[in-house]
C-alpha cells in the first residue's frame, strides 16, 4: 500500500480517503460497522473517504487496525499523509471572506496540473486584473462589506502566482468573446483587462482562445465550466459548476467525460490562439 502525498491538503484530503475506502471494501466491512468501530456515524466514514473533512490520527489508526493494517511500514505513510492533510492552505486567513462552497476548489487549483476553463460572462479569475476583479466582485453585491470585497480581491490576485510558479498548471482558456465585450467596471477598465490578456499570451504554460460569435451555437450549452486533472493517477479529474449561490464538484467519469468533450469541441471551434491575439488587440483598439 503506497500513501501519495502529491499536491496542497484538499488533494491530500481526497487521496487519505479513497485510500480508506479502498481497505474498508477490501474487507468487505460496511461504513455502519467502521463508523461505530471510532465512535462515529456511517455519514462520518462517508465524508471522511469523500475527503470533506478533516482526520483525527487516532481514527485513522483505529481504522487501519480494523482493515488488517498492522505492520508500522505499511502504516507510517499513512498517518504521516493525515498530518498534510490537516494542513491549512493559504487562503485559511481569508475564510471569513469567502463562500464555503469556493474554499474546496481553491484547494484543487493548487494542486492541479492542468486547468481547462470555458467561460461566458466573465474573464477568468486567474487571468484578471485587480480592477477588473473589483468590479466582477463588487457588482451585484452592494451590500458586501468594502474589507470583504478588498479580501476577495487579495485571494484573487494571490491565485494567480500559479501562473508564474514554475512548479504550476498548464491552463487553456477558452473565453466567450460576449465576456470580452461587456464593459464590466468600465471602458478603460476593460481595455486595460483586454491588454493584460495579451500580455499574458507570451505565458509558455497558457494556452488563450476566443469563441467568436460568429461561431453562432456551440458545444457548451450548458455555460461555464472548468476541468481540474491533478499529477497523481488515483486522482480523477473534477468538474467544476460554479452557481449563483453555491457550486457543484462533479468527479463521476460519465460527468467528466461529457465535459472534456465539450471542452475539446470549444478549442476546435474557437479561434486558433494565434486568431486570439488579433482578436483581442482589435477589441483594445475599439475601446
Not at 486547468?115 to 460572462?121: K, P, V
Not at 476566443?210 to 458545444?219: E, I
Request: aromatic share 8%; net charge neutral.
Amino acid at each position: 500500500m503506497t500513501a501519495a502525498a502529491g499536491g496542497g491538503p484538499t488533494v491530500r484530503r481526497i487521496l487519505l480517503g479513497s485510500q480508506l475506502r479502498r481497505l474498508r471494501e477490501e474487507k468487505h466491512i460496511s461504513r455502519e460497522e467502521a463508523g461505530y468501530h471510532i465512535r462515529a456515524s456511517e455519514s462520518k466514514i462517508s465524508r471522511l473517504e469523500l475527503g470533506r473533512v478533516s482526520f483525527k490520527e487516532r481514527d485513522v489508526a483505529d481504522l487501519l487496525t480494523l482493515y488488517g493494517v498492522t505492520d508500522e511500514a505499511e502504516r507510517a505513510p499513512v498517518l504521516a499523509l493525515v498530518r498534510e492533510a490537516n494542513q491549512q492552505g493559504w487562503w485559511q486567513s481569508y475564510s471569513d471572506a469567502l463562500p464555503n462552497w469556493f474554499q474546496p476548489y481553491l484547494g484543487l487549483e493548487e494542486s492541479a496540473s492542468l486547468i481547462r476553463t470555458y467561460e461566458l460572462q466573465f474573464v477568468p479569475g486567474l487571468l484578471q486584473t485587480e480592477d477588473y476583479a473589483r468590479a466582477v466582485i463588487s457588482q451585484g453585491r452592494r451590500r458586501l462589506p468594502r474589507e470583504v470585497v478588498d479580501a476577495r480581491v487579495d485571494v484573487r490576485m494571490n491565485r494567480q502566482k500559479v501562473l508564474t510558479e514554475g512548479s504550476g498548471p498548464r491552463l487553456w482558456v477558452v473565453i466567450d468573446e460576449g465576456a470580452l465585450r461587456r464593459p464590466i467596471g468600465g471602458l478603460k477598465i476593460m481595455r486595460a483587462q483586454i491588454e493584460h490578456l495579451l500580455d499574458l499570451t507570451d505565458q509558455p504554460r497558457l494556452t488563450l482562445q476566443v469563441m467568436p460569435f460568429a461561431f453562432g451555437g456551440h458545444a457548451a450549452e450548458g455555460g461555464a465550466f472548468s476541468i481540474l486533472r491533478f499529477p497523481d493517477a488515483d486522482m480523477t479529474d473534477v468538474v467544476y459548476l460554479e452557481q449563483l449561490g453555491g457550486a457543484v464538484y462533479l468527479d463521476k467519469r460519465e460527468y467528466v467525460d461529457r465535459y472534456t468533450i465539450a471542452m475539446n469541441r470549444l478549442g476546435l471551434d474557437s479561434c486558433s490562439p494565434d486568431e486570439t491575439i488579433g482578436v483581442l488587440r482589435k477589441m483594445a483598439n475599439g475601446l
